[in-house]
């Protein structure tokens, strides 16, 4: 029969089937969607922040070893220079006890040479003494015909009298040409010993054979007179050339 109803199949069924489904359970199948995509996201975004903290880390990482290098280096240069300073600590320690030893002994000798030089001078008291007369005379040559000098004077008396008066240094050249030295100080007054020093400039020209000290005082005039000799020059002049007196030559 024509009118006999065909039955309804699964293929024609089953979309709008679906639909009810879905229309019947939205709720379920949204929250399932929300949930889906939340675990997405949560899961990037924990990876993300990982894969920054990681990288993160591996700055840091590199930044606290340059620190930590640096930091060696400057330790290393801290200890050499600790190491330095102790070893010249200890140098300078070892210097300044064996000056302070020869110190010690150059103060002894010294000290022997004061007392025995006493107990010369007392001897020649009691053997009649010493007059008045030149222990010493020393000129040196400087730079640019500046010569120094150097007088010792002595004289020991029983009574300790003392000796005073002014001493003069005359250089003897040819011809008996004679040159008298500026004295800066040419007073003495002691009672054993005491020594004049200066300095003076030579005229161009001038070469002595002969070196004449004459000393006035109480007594009787003492006269010296003493080859002429030059000793090495000196090379270090402490006092400006310009300041050292000019000698003039008399016939004196």
């Known amino acids: 029969m024509s009118d006999v109803e065909q039955p309804i199949t699964a293929e024609h069924k089953s979309p709008s089937g679906f639909k009810r489904f879905i229309h019947s359970n939205l709720p379920i199948v949204l929250g399932g969607v929300i949930v889906g995509g939340g675990s997405l996201l949560l899961g990037y975004a924990v990876g993300h922040q990982q894969g920054l903290t990681a990288v993160g880390f591996a700055a840091d990482a590199e930044q606290l070893n340059e620190v930590v290098q640096e930091q060696k280096q400057e330790i290393n240069i801290l200890n050499k220079t600790l190491n330095t300073t102790v070893q010249e600590r200890d140098v300078g320690l070892t210097n300044l006890k064996e000056i302070t030893e020869s110190y010690r002994k150059e103060t002894d000798l010294r000290e022997q040479a004061e007392q025995q030089r006493d107990i010369y001078r007392e001897i020649l008291r009691l053997r009649g003494g010493v007059a008045l007369t030149v222990q010493n005379i020393d000129i040196k040559p400087l730079p640019d015909r500046a010569y120094e000098y150097r007088l010792d004077l002595m004289q020991l008396q029983p009574n300790k009298r003392r000796a005073s008066g002014t001493a003069q240094i005359r250089l003897i050249g040819e011809d008996n040409n004679i040159l008298v030295v500026p004295m800066s100080d040419n007073s003495y007054g002691f009672d054993s010993f005491q020594r004049l020093t200066g300095r003076w400039t030579m005229p161009s020209g ?43 030559a008399n016939t004196d």
């Not at 004459?214 to 270090?236: F, H, M, T």
């Open 206 to 248: 001038f070469n002595p054979d002969f070196v004449e000290v004459r000393l006035q005082g109480n007594g009787s005039p003492v006269i010296k007179r003493y080859a002429w000799e030059r000793g090495a020059p000196v090379k270090d002049m402490p006092a400006i050339l310009s300041e050292i007196p000019q000698a003039e």
